[in-house]
């Protein structure tokens, strides 16, 4: 089982993430993560999805999300792209806790959002697997909630999702 | 100019050349159905029922190549559009489908025949909208029927609330924009006819796109140059003349031996508008197994689906014969002959064992010129397929994809509708009994439609399989309905026939194809018959059933 990562511009109207949604959900495919945003194009919307699969399974999730009308654009996000995720994470802390909590944060450069007597909200941006060792290194002390944004990506150089060719213009 | 949202609608339905609509009226499009009365120059054609209306737009749109148009009420009129929705849907036939909603102010409220069909149709839809303002109606009909219409056909589902239809908005009539149409890739045309022309045994397989597209000329230029035998798959028929020298019939789990065979024997398939379906592959990964697999399709998701193929164009595929046709040399080939022979001993090993079998050999015989042939599903519709030779693109409607029991008779009422000729529809007791109130439809509506009822007093497909893979459990299988059929018809209004045996055949088919308003004829038929050949689902071609073995 492989990981890839897909960016789609589609049409920033209500509807369309359940489009998405129900075509992931009837092919039996399964969604790691995904966001949603607005872009420099008030039309627009960027998707950003991250899927477990094959070969097979990226092939047809693609074609498929292409053939939908309000999917404008799509590619697979390349190995080298710049995929970043946020996370926030609420951590049990107490006063003998609180500096080793503040060191793991410096070694990660995570950022600390809010301190109380018992919590200490961290927030850190990185890759995925970044987040997942900040995780790891929390997890004895208790993490007592964590939200995490998903993926989102953008490929290197000048070369823009918007220059890809839809589906639907190509037949 | 002013309008408002229902008059709108009617409009952009002229604009793109609709003449004839189906549906039912309801609380939720009372203005729409006002605007049709008031403008007075579309058809509507009212049926009992409204996966009747969803089934005659179909069956209109299969026969015409246009895009069927079916209006239905919110709620429970809008639902009972699914089905037939869902069969456009799996079989890429072009519809657009308009259901009124709740007005805004009751939306979201879980009011009276408030549902949110927009949602329900999701799936089964190529696209769908629900719409808000008058002001966005115009482009959402333009937009729909494009949409219906460009690349692999399909269904579109357009839900206008009650509030819209009678909000006034600016409207200014518009010329149609064509269907999108892009040309195909001549580099990879190249490519597959060096494959075609380097191939021994070279097998084309043509599915529905191959009508979609009316390349059918184009299919049959390609096998006479390439000197290939054609197979066809349930929704190819007609693509070929049944009567051509190199077409060898249906290929599938029913399709015949010497498909089965040259299937096995090919050493290239090319698949035209084809997709490889679990009825016609049956084994997918071993299908093609070491053989050249072209596949040209208009949708880029059906390649490398099901079976994977060495060589792929997208495109559409009149377009992508015309210019592979031109890149081939006319060759003769050994394995055209072989195929023939296969056939010629195939058909005359062929008894027409069953009572059905000599129904469908005479209908075809005795059928009035140009006639339309509609099925139903089951052992009936394979008969269909097996015995009835189609010989014209868009000659025959049947719910391939989806396997709609009950699409028959809606179907043929759309199919005569459109043609104005004589529509045979074959069925069986079980899809009859489905949809038999639009009976009085096409009664009403004084159709020229034959119903050759192929009554077995069971499921027949259904009992067949049981027959195979339940050890003969017959569960809910064996219908023991007392319908007289005759008087049945009789009661609506339409005529009722009766075959019982093989003398019955000639007189009573001679009378029904005489006649120009609907009659059924009531084939008792026995219920232990079969459909054969079979491959059983998941198996490779090679355990080909030809003869009946209980298992």
Redo the contacts between chains.
């Keep these: 089982m492989n990981q890839y990562t897909i960016s789609a511009l589609v049409s920033n109207k209500s ?1 369309v993430l ?2 998405v949604a ?2 992931f959900a ?1 092919r039996g495919y399964n969604i790691e993560s995904l966001s949603v945003c607005k872009t420099e194009n008030d039309a627009l919307s960027r998707m950003t999805i991250v899927l477990n699969g094959d070969d ?1 399974i990226l ?2 999730m693609m ?2 999300m ?5 999917v404008k654009k799509i590619q697979q996000v390349e190995e080298d792209a710049v995929c970043r995720e946020l996370l926030l994470a609420k951590v049990k802390t107490d006063a003998a806790t609180r500096s080793q909590i503040l060191e793991i944060s410096q070694i990660f450069r995570a950022k600390v959002v809010d301190v109380s007597p018992e919590a200490t909200i961290l927030e850190l941006t990185g890759k995925s697997s970044k987040l997942d060792g900040f995780v790891t290194m929390l997890m004895p002390y208790g993490v007592m909630e964590l939200a995490r944004t998903g993926v989102t990506a953008i490929g290197r150089g000048k070369a823009c999702i918007k220059d890809e060719t839809d ?5 | 100019m002013k309008k408002i949202g229902a008059e709108i609608l009617i409009e952009c339905l002229k604009e793109q050349g609709v003449t004839t609509v189906f549906g039912y009226p309801g609380g939720t499009v009372l203005d729409i159905y006002d605007a049709l009365y008031r403008d007075g120059t579309i058809e509507h054609v009212i049926t009992s029922h409204e996966q009747g209306a969803a089934h005659a737009a179909d069956g209109w749109a299969r026969v015409t190549g246009r895009t069927g148009v079916v209006i239905a009420t919110s709620g429970p009129g809008a639902t009972n559009l699914v089905t037939g929705i869902a069969t456009a849907y799996m079989d890429s036939v072009p519809m657009v489908a308009i259901t009124g909603n709740v007005g805004a102010n009751f939306l979201g409220r879980d009011s009276f025949q408030e549902i949110d069909i ?2 329900v149709t ?2 089964i839809t ?2 769908n909208y ?1 719409v808000k303002d008058a002001s966005e109606l115009a482009g959402v009909v333009r937009e729909a029927f494009r ?1 219906a219409n ?2 692999r056909r399909g269904p579109v589902l357009i839900d206008i609330l009650k509030n819209v239809q009678s909000m006034e908005a600016e409207y200014e009539p518009q010329k149609p924009l064509p269907a ?3 040309s195909v890739p001549a580099r990879e045309l190249e490519q597959i006819a060096k494959a075609l022309s380097a191939a021994e045994r070279p097998l084309i397989m043509a599915g529905g796109g191959a009508i979609a597209s009316e390349a059918s000329k184009e299919v049959v230029a390609l096998a006479e140059k390439l000197d290939a035998p054609v197979v066809s798959t349930l929704m190819g028929l007609g693509a070929c003349p049944a009567s051509h020298p190199l077409f060898m019939g249906m290929i599938g789990m029913h399709g015949t031996a010497t498909a089965a065979k040259l299937c096995m024997e090919s050493d290239c398939i090319i698949a035209l508008g084809a997709r490889f379906s679990d009825r016609v592959a049956l084994n997918r990964g071993k299908f093609a197994q070491g053989k050249t697999v072209i596949q040209i399709d ?4 059906e ?3 099901n079976v994977p193929t060495t060589y792929s164009v ?3 595929l009149k377009e992508a014969l015309t210019t592979l046709i031109s890149m081939i040399r006319e060759t003769k080939r050994p394995f055209s002959q072989k195929a023939k022979q296969y056939r010629a001993e195939e058909k005359a090993k062929d008894k027409a064992p069953e009572l059905g079998h000599r129904v469908l050999i005479e209908a075809a015989k005795l059928a009035p010129k140009d006639a339309i042939v509609v099925t139903d599903v089951g052992q009936h519709q394979m008969w269909t397929a097996q015995y009835f030779p189609i010989e014209k693109p868009r000659t025959l409607c049947t719910s391939g994809g989806l396997g709609t029991m009950g699409y028959g008779l809606g179907a043929a009422i759309g199919a005569a509708k459109a043609t104005g000729k004589h529509v045979i529809l074959v069925t069986g007791d079980g899809c009859f009994n489905m949809n038999l109130n639009e009976l009085s439809t096409a009664v009403t509506e004084e159709l020229p439609i034959t119903i050759l009822l192929m009554n077995n007093h069971a499921l027949g497909m259904v009992r067949q399989w049981q027959k195979l893979f339940y050890g003969r459990r017959f569960s809910q299988t064996n219908v023991r309905k007392k319908t007289d059929y005759v008087k049945f018809a009789e009661s609506f209004g339409a005529t009722g026939l009766v075959i019982e045996k093989d003398e019955d055949i000639v007189p009573a088919l001679t009378t029904a194809f005489a006649t120009n308003t609907p009659v059924v004829v009531d084939c008792r038929i026995s219920n232990d018959e079969n459909v054969l050949p079979m491959i059983g689902p998941g198996q490779t071609y090679d355990t080909i059933m030809t003869e009946w073995e209980d298992k």
């Design positions: 509807g359940v489009r129900a075509l009837r097979y092939g047809q074609k498929q292409d053939k939908l009308v309000d589906y639907k213009e190509k037949i | 927009f949602g999701l799936p190529k696209h629900i949409i460009s690349g999108r149409r892009k208009i949708d880029e998701a390649i490398d689906k997208l495109g559409d």
